[in-house]
């Protein structure tokens, strides 16, 4: 792979990570969340682990983002007072 497009996909990692620290509301951290696994797959596709990269794939982009959203979904955001 290119070295560009691996720094390219590492400055977006980098980005994703700050971005989901920093995002106020929980649904967009979540999204952001997934990004940054998707993007974490990418590196370790570019380092030649496909293995590690199709594990992170579905656990972490796909498993662990649906589970966030759904338990975003299924709290509140509202007091019933």
Known sequence: MI???KLLALILVIICAIAAINAKDMLSAAVIFGIYSFMMCVQ????GAVDVAFTEAAIGAGIST????AAIFRTS???KD
């Open 3 to 5: 070295w560009e497009i």
């Open 44 to 47: 370790w596709l570019a380092m």
């Open 66 to 69: 649906a589970l966030m959203l």
């Open 77 to 79: 955001r509202r007091t």
